[in-house]
C-alpha cells in the first residue's frame, strides 16, 4: 500500500509527500528492488540525482530480471 501511495504522489507530481512512504518501504523491506526503483524516482523528481542512481543501482543489482529493469536500466543511464 504505502509503495502504490508513493508512486501515485510522484505520478502526481507530488514527490516531496512519497518520501515518508518510500523510505518506509525500504527500512522494513530492504530487498524489495521495486522500493528501491520508486525511491530512485522519488529523488530524481527532488532534484536527487545521486541518491537516485545509486537507488537505481541497487535495485538492479536486487533484481536485474525483474520485469521493470529495462525501464530501470533506462533511468539509470539518463542519470548518468
Known amino acids: ?24 518501504v525500504v527500512r522494513s523491506a530492504p530487498g524489495r528492488a ?5 525511491l530512485a524516482q522519488v529523488r530524481w523528481s527532488l532534484g536527487d540525482r545521486e541518491g537516485a542512481l545509486e537507488a537505481v543501482g541497487e535495485a538492479l543489482k536486487l533484481a536485474p ?12 543511464a539518463e542519470l548518468e
Open 1 to 24: 500500500v504505502l509503495l502504490s501511495r508513493a508512486q501515485l504522489q510522484v505520478l502526481r507530481g507530488r514527490a516531496p509527500d512519497a518520501v515518508g512512504d518510500v523510505e518506509a
Open 34 to 38: 521495486d522500493g528501491r526503483a520508486c
Open 65 to 76: 530480471e525483474h520485469p521493470d529493469a529495462g525501464a530501470w536500466r533506462e533511468l539509470a
